[in-house]
């Protein structure tokens, strides 16, 4: 839960992703995260 308030509370989103049957062969989950950035001029 610490990792998804993080990225909420700054605007992002994250997620996993898993193979159905990757717990079969050992493959696990990818997990994306992303968040705004801002560029100061």
């Known amino acids: 839960m610490l990792c998804k308030e993080f990225v909420e509370k700054q605007g992002g989103r994250i997620w996993a992703e ?6 079969r062969e050992g493959k696990g989950s990818t997990f ?7 560029v100061e001029k």
Not at 32 to 38: A, D, L, N, Q
């Open 18 to 23: 898993s193979d159905p049957d990757g717990y």
């Open 32 to 38: 994306y995260f992303t968040v705004p950035i801002s």
